[in-house]
């Protein structure tokens, strides 16, 4: 413990120089690490779990490197949430209710070329909204999707009706 001191310095925000450049550079891996443990989904299509993970490991990160917060102790604290998230992450997939609670559900927003627009009042969704995910799937009318749904990510996907 003496040599981590030694390395990082005091937790006081006056570390020397050289003591910052080392928090960096443990703090780097460090990162990387927990980023390893998380899974890349933490940092694609963001749940609000993954957001949270996301704020709290960048904040815990922040403090420990500047010294306004217990080196260590962040550290141990940081990692603990990775882990408890990599946990609830492997947890979800064998747990509907716990998939549900924790990721919500996927939306029907409009079926048939009609838009459901309770669901898209429910869910504060408006009609450039709606548009806006059917144009990113190359559609200009809703008339011409079959389906849209907004995914537990936050996603418009988009089921265009076929063409007989």
Not at 4 to 27: E, K, N
Not at 53 to 79: D, I, Q
Not at 81 to 90: N, W
């Amino acid at each position: 413990m003496e040599l981590i001191q030694a390395i990082v310095g005091p937790d006081d925000g006056t570390p020397s120089i050289a003591q910052f450049c080392a928090r960096a550079l443990i703090l780097f891996f460090y990162g990387l690490l927990c980023i390893r443990i998380a899974g890349r989904r933490t940092f694609s299509n963001l749940s609000p779990l993954d957001i949270i993970v996301a704020v709290v490991v960048g904040s815990n990160v922040s403090r420990a490197m500047t010294g306004k917060a217990p080196f260590v102790p962040a550290l141990a604290a940081t990692l603990l949430f990775v882990i408890l998230h990599r946990v609830i992450a492997m947890a979800t997939v064998r747990s509907n209710f716990l998939s549900k609670f924790v990721k919500g559900s996927a939306v029907t927003l409009l079926r048939g070329g009609e838009p459901d627009r309770q669901a898209m009042l429910r869910h504060h969704i408006s009609d450039d909204d709606l548009l806006e995910g059917l144009r990113m799937e190359q559609l200009e009318n809703p008339a011409d999707a079959e389906l849209a749904t907004m995914e537990r990510g936050g996603k418009i996907s988009v089921i265009p009706k076929r063409k007989n």
